[in-house]
């Protein structure tokens, strides 16, 4: 393809890098760089690389490599700081370097190879230089000019967000990643800081908006924040002062892109994408664009698909890093939920705070501190965080796993048949501490399908009990709950597989709702509920409750969540009432509340009761993650024993942000913000994850859909790959045999001993 001509808007490490790479692929290239600022103007002070982005440099670049491996800073610990008590954790293995000499070695390389670096000059209007070169590679940071020029075709999308920070330095090197915590008469304020040359660090002064205006700092200049900085976190820095560099308050901004070229023009690094200076990848993730465009336009046959390759490797990588990004800037600014966490269990949860550290791995780094973490908890000796047991009011869960709910459309009237024994006496045989059933319906109007099952019936009811007996007979030690619920407007729809939400081509039942709202277009008219109607309702929910106490169950979980009847009287978006049971959110909850009050009446006073809520409608307008607080407060103040949280599934044009455990960070904040045990839901797949969840005190119990789908013996095999045999899990006697991973088939061969010349 022809790049002969190559233009570079900015001159960052993530241009500069593009730049060289570009040119010593193909020397006769004409490779021009655009830079506003001057050689040696930065605004930051230390850049941190990973393992995996210096082992692609070295690949690709030794020289550079040489280079940066002659200044790198390297260490191993995480010192944590909280409340006057230090936490080492170590085994995480940094390197650093100042930015400014990156830039320095940068620039010698783009020199030697024959880049031409215009330092101080605006780059020529974007529409120019793609007239006037083959390639523009616009590399001009979080403000980008090219982004801008062509907004309509990029599609950004820029999220502000409840931080404010500074960037200042301290001349000494700590001798760990440092992060500490000051709980002042304003709030809580944050430092996180790190060495990148052997007499310098970094250090980012980090604290919420309304923190930042009540201390002051809105109305000091640079000195009287930078002085301030070094008053608060005195203790740290050793009584030393901070300086600055242009150093300004700023709120971080996420930046993604719909689109990352157009035509021959390029985003790389942070005009394509952000992530949070807590996860320490922003220079990372520009240093890896620029290695993986220059291989997808020297490995394909044209720009356009160079181009797209470059996009289709980059795009999912840097989704993942952002989602990791996002939980670590959200777990900062919700840092005051976690103050009165013990200070070792504080510290795990804030060095897994993105996901990306988890328990196995942490416990490969540091055994001791994770070890440590685990006695904190309560785990006794060898047993992994999942397998400790968990007490709901009269019922104690033998571990920490659940087999969430998941509408299984496979009834007939209402009426659970062998299907539903054997999905979920084989759940139950795999070892988990609580099976539940699928919503199982309280009328048949309260219906989502004409296969889903109910308990409006006596002949329901003893089938439930046929399972409830089996579970209890053949799985002693796990428990079996029931999730009741009524369908609302979503109702009368066909099967799953046959058309999700789709209304039946026939044999339809009458809707009812909160609000005569269709849940989407095409959808039925549900009438509004009347006071009468809303009795009604209430009285079947009360039914239902008693014929699941006869049938067994050992706990009830009462579903105002995903769009269903319940649901709809919570959310906004959905309960346009102007009555008592709408408007504000305590009217919006009084019916929910007043239907958990007559079933808790009803439900045998030593068996739990939970709620399964949305904690976001993932809407403009609906539920949001503070509205889940006060929900979850309102059902604890009525006596609920945990809140199962879930989101969305309320509105048909939601917009969820899907990702691992991706709905964790609501039952957290409801776990910290309310005295109510939470349980977590949503792609939690790996046991690692509920490891690593449990034992930050993020949620009390996780709930698993998927996983036990595709694997009825999940717990049992997560037990066995931990090696774990206590009394968190056990294996039905006729399963023993299978307790140990099958032997596989020989895959390596013999090493070869000798070496033998021609």
């Known amino acids: 393809m022809e790049t002969s001509r190559i233009a570079i808007v900015g001159g960052g490490p993530g241009g500069l890098y593009a730049a060289a790479l570009l040119k010593r692929l193909d020397p006769a290239r004409e490779i021009t760089v655009w830079e506003r600022n001057a050689p040696d103007d930065t605004f930051g002070f230390g850049v941190v690389l990973s393992d995996e982005t210096l082992g692609g440099i070295e690949h690709a670049d030794p020289l550079v490599y040489e280079a940066l491996q002659k200044d790198f800073v390297r260490w191993d610990d995480i010192d944590i700081v909280h409340r006057g008590v230090q936490h080492t954790s170590g085994g995480h293995g940094f390197a650093a370097l100042g930015r400014r000499r990156l830039l320095q070695i940068l620039h010698e390389r783009c020199h030697t190879l024959g880049v031409e670096l215009r330092f101080r000059s605006e780059a020529p209007h974007p529409d120019e230089l793609s007239r006037s070169y083959d390639l523009v590679v616009a590399a001009d940071g979080v403000r980008s000019t090219v982004r801008d020029t062509y907004a309509d075709d990029f599609r950004p999308r820029l999220a502000a967000h409840r931080c404010r920070y500074i960037w200042l330095a301290a001349d000494f090197a700590f001798d760990a990643f440092r992060f500490e915590i000051a709980e002042t008469e304003h709030g809580v304020m944050q430092l996180h800081a790190y060495p990148f040359a052997a007499d310098a660090s970094t250090v980012i002064v980090e604290m919420r908006e309304e923190v930042w205006r009540a201390a002051g700092f809105a109305d000091l200049d640079e000195a009287g924040s930078v002085e301030r900085c070094a008053k608060i976190f005195a203790e740290a820095l050793g009584g030393r002062p901070l300086r600055s560099n242009k150093s300004a308050w700023t709120t971080f901004r996420t930046v993604t892109n719909e689109h990352w070229s157009r035509g021959n023009v390029v985003l790389l690094g ?47 990588v840097v989704a993942s890093t952002q989602r990791a990004a996002r939980a670590s800037l959200e777990w900062f600014e919700n840092l005051g939920l976690y103050l009165d966490q013990p200070p070792r269990q504080f510290a795990f949860n804030l060095l897994t705070r993105s996901r990306r550290v988890t328990h196995d791995n942490l416990r490969l780094r540091d055994a001791r501190f994770t070890g440590a973490v685990e006695r904190e908890f309560g785990c006794p000796a060898g047993t992994p965080p999942m397998f400790t047991p968990f007490r709901l009011r009269g019922l104690t869960l033998r571990n920490r796993v659940v087999v969430s709910p998941m509408d299984m459309y496979s009834a007939v009237d209402g009426v659970p048949g062998d299907f539903h024994l054997v999905h979920l006496g084989a759940r139950a045989l795999g070892g988990a501490g609580l099976v539940m059933t699928e919503m199982v319906c309280v009328s048949e109007e309260g219906r989502i399908t004409p296969g889903c099952t109910g308990l409006y019936t006596a002949r329901q009811a003893d089938s439930w009990k046929r399972i409830t007996d089996f579970v209890h007979a053949q799985a002693p030690g796990t428990a079996i709950g029931v999730q009741l619920g009524h369908s609302g407007r979503k109702g009368s729809t066909k099967l799953m597989w046959e058309g999700m939400d789709e209304p039946l081509d026939e044999g339809n039942w009458p809707l009812a709702a909160a609000s005569a ?31 699941a106490a006869r049938a067994g169950f050992d706990l009830l979980e009462l579903h105002c969540a995903h769009g269903y009847l319940l649901s709809g009287f919570l959310s906004p978006l959905t309960n346009r009432r102007t009555d008592a049971y709408g408007g504000s959110l305590e009217k919006r909850l009084r019916f929910p509340l007043e239907v958990f009050d007559a079933v808790r009446a009803v439900w045998p006073g030593e068996r739990p009761m939970t709620v ?105 095999h997560a037990a066995a790959e931990q090696n ?35």
């Not at 520009?286 to 470059?310: F, I, M, T």
């Not at 599934?649 to 899907?658: I, K, L, M, N």
């Not at 990702?659 to 309310?674: E, K, L, M, V």
């Not at 006729?734 to 596989?744: D, E, F, I, N």
């Open 270 to 316: 942070d005009a394509a994408h952000t992530a949070h200076f807590s996860i320490g990848s922003g220079t990372k993730l520009a240093v890896e664009d620029a290695l993986a465009l220059a291989a997808c336009l020297e490995e394909q046959p044209s720009l356009d698909k160079a181009l797209a390759a470059y996009e289709e490797e980059r795009r999912p």
């Open 612 to 716: 399964r809520i949305s904690a976001t409608d993932w809407a403009e307008g609906g539920t949001t993650a503070e509205d889940a607080v006060d929900i979850a407060r309102a059902f604890a103040a009525h006596g609920v024993d945990a809140i199962d949280v879930s989101t969305g599934q309320v509105v048909s044009d939601e917009h969820p942000e899907f990702g691992r455990s991706y709905q964790t960070p609501f039952a957290d904040r409801i776990r910290h913000g309310t005295d109510v045990p939470v349980i977590a839901v949503g792609a939690i797949s790996s046991w690692d994850d509920v490891n690593s969840l449990i034992l930050a005190g993020r949620t009390d119990l996780c709930a698993l859909a998927r996983p036990h789908l595709y694997d009825p013996h999940w717990t049992l």
């Open 724 to 758: 774990y045999t206590g009394p968190g899990i056990t294996w039905p006697a006729p399963y023993r045999a299978g307790s140990r991973r099958p032997q596989t088939g020989r895959t390596d061969g013999p090493k070869p001993r000798l070496t033998l010349g021609s």
């Open 517 to 547: 709202l269709p849940y989407k277009p095409g959808s039925q008219v549900p009438r509004e509920l009347s006071r009468a109607q809303l009795t009604d309702i209430r009285e079947q929910f009360v039914a239902a409750a008693r014929r």
